[in-house]
């Protein structure tokens, strides 16, 4: 089983990960040199950007399911097309985390060490594509509450 927690930017993934007892990845980890320093500087990924990284974090995904352990995984997945690349079986579940624009950027404000800037924020906004019929969580609680409302969302 592998559990994608998803949304504009930011991540519960890792709390979950450790709550769970699981393995924790970042699908930010996977992208190229050449996309994180167009992020860096300012720039929104393209689709054609992101086709190397969501192969790269598919080809994780594979990993992980045929050595028959368990995982979670921050991915943005901001896109149907992206998610349905991503997902292809029952065993991948996604969790969205969903949160207002000023929420979200506040959040990215005090984040330190990371290409991901708030400068790209409304681009990520503007790309994302809500989810339907996964589990949904607000991010506006608590993390700890966040990761008790996706266990009990989805069955752990």
Same mark, same amino acid.
């Given at each position: 089983m592998i559990i994608i927690v998803m949304g504009v930017s930011g991540t519960i993934g890792r709390l979950l990960a450790q709550d769970l007892g699981w393995n924790f990845y970042d699908a930010d980890d996977?992208? *190229?040199l050449e996309n994180i320093a167009k992020m860096s500087r300012?720039?929104?990924l393209t689709d054609e950007d992101r086709i190397p990284w969501l192969q790269a974090v598919r080809a994780l995904i594979l990993n992980i399911l045929e050595s028959g352990k368990q995982a979670i995984i921050a991915c943005s997945a901001l896109r149907e097309t992206y998610r349905m690349s991503l997902a292809g079986?029952?065993?991948v579940q996604f969790v969205y985390l969903?949160? *207002?624009f000023e929420q979200i950027k506040g959040r990215l404000t005090d984040r330190q060490n990371h290409f991901m800037t708030a400068d790209l924020l409304a681009e990520q906004f503007a790309t994302l594509e809500e989810p339907e019929e996964v589990l949904e969580v607000d991010i506006s609680l608590p993390p700890e509450k966040i990761v008790k409302e996706i266990r009990v969302g989805l069955g752990f």
């Open positions: 996977f992208h *190229s300012g720039l929104a079986t029952d065993k969903k949160g *207002s």
